[in-house]
């Protein structure tokens, strides 16, 4: 948190810096409204700055706002960034949170062919397959999922206080 406080010191100016700081709030330090400020500065200032509009996607879908449009702007903005994947699985986690478990599975699919290891993509993969009934394709992206983290347990995805985290 202290090294956040140095930068927006150093510079509430810069969209980067702004949403750097905006992310590491939400994610790391878990305030989210926060952070969802400092990432609607970031693309105020830079309507063009595709981590301020794919990190401020996953902030709203933290917070239960809409966030697909955040994730298609990214994407129109930077449709060959290697970073694509994130925002490709911010609109799989955006459906599947609002019950499209097709159109999740869809949206995860391509999201791990751009980076097959990707994390939010996997859980989002895991998810919608199973609440879509394709269990054999769930326990795949589950098997796929261990590989990249095997001592992985629902029970540990509890933060310090016991509630469930947004690890998206």
Known sequence: ERLVR??????????????HAGWVLNIVLGRIEEGANLLDRAVELDPNHFLGWTWGGWTSLFLGRKAIEYFERAMRLSP???????SQSGIAAANFVIGRYEEASSWAAK???????????????????????????ARQACAAYLHYDPAARISSIRNKNGEWMQEW
């Open 6 to 19: 140095r930068a927006l010191e150093l510079d509430r100016n810069d969209p980067t810096v702004l949403a």
């Open 80 to 86: 060959m960034d290697p970073r694509i994947s994130a």
């Open 111 to 137: 999201a791990l062919r751009e980076q097959p290891n990707f994390p939010p993509a996997l859980r989002v993969s895991m998810l919608s397959h199973a609440l879509a009934g394709r269990i054999d394709d």
